[in-house]
């Protein structure tokens, strides 16, 4: 299943503009870190509950300019504190593709996911998502409706 959180959900390590700070899949223009600050800036996303993740789909500026992360890492966590790391960095878009999906190379568990620019053609632009075992979300929300079902009620 895709996951792709609201902006209340993300966090970006700097924005340019606010007409560039949106890194949703579904927005309309990518997040673009302030000029001068491309490399390691990041896009943090909490992604609700946790998750069993398996890839990212990213995409760039989606128009005729080419702007887009060429390579980037991939942190996650469980607790938004203490991140571990895929040791290799991820190919971007390379080549003008529109959008690509990068798999993971081993299923995490994660809370939250965070994307480090490595390397951008043009400009770095981004717009991000996440693929989750499908699986996993049921099983949350399996748990999330016992916790309701387990809510005394007053019979009287």
Same mark, same amino acid.
């Given at each position: 299943? #895709?996951?792709?959180?609201?902006?209340?959900?993300?966090?970006?390590?700097?924005?340019?503009?606010?007409?560039?700070?949106?890194?949703?899949?579904?927005?309309?223009?990518?997040?673009?870190?302030?000029?001068?600050?491309?490399?390691?800036?990041?896009?943090?996303? &909490?992604?609700?509950? %946790?998750?069993?993740?398996?890839?990212?789909?990213?995409?760039?500026?989606?128009?005729?300019?080419?702007?887009?992360?060429?390579?980037? !890492?991939?942190?996650?966590?469980?607790?938004?504190?203490?991140?571990?790391?895929?040791?290799?960095?991820?190919?971007? #878009?390379?080549?003008?593709?529109?959008?690509?999906?990068? !798999?993971?190379? !081993?299923?995490?568990?994660?809370?939250?996911? !965070?994307?480090?620019?490595?390397?951008?053609?043009?400009?770095?632009?981004?717009?991000?998502?996440?693929?989750?075992?499908? %699986?996993? &979300?049921? %099983?949350?929300? &399996?748990?999330?409706?016992?916790?309701?079902?387990?809510?005394?009620? &007053?019979?009287?």
């Amino acid at each position: 299943a #895709l996951v792709d959180p609201p902006d209340a959900q993300r966090w970006h390590s700097t924005n340019r503009s606010p007409g560039f700070a949106s890194s949703r899949l579904e927005s309309k223009t990518p997040w673009m870190p302030r000029r001068g600050r491309g490399e390691n800036s990041w896009v943090m996303m &909490d992604l609700g509950f %946790e998750r069993l993740l398996t890839a990212v789909r990213v995409t760039g500026c989606g128009t005729e300019e080419d702007q887009a992360v060429t390579e980037f !890492k991939v942190r996650y966590s469980l607790d938004g504190e203490r991140w571990d790391e895929f040791p290799q960095p991820f190919e971007g #878009l390379v080549t003008g593709e529109a959008l690509v999906e990068r !798999k993971f190379p !081993k299923t995490v568990e994660a809370r939250f996911l !965070k994307i480090v620019v490595g390397g951008w053609r043009g400009e770095p632009a981004l717009r991000v998502g996440v693929c989750c075992s499908p %699986e996993a &979300d049921s %099983e949350a929300e &399996d748990e999330a409706e016992a916790e309701v079902e387990e809510i005394p009620h &007053d019979v009287g």
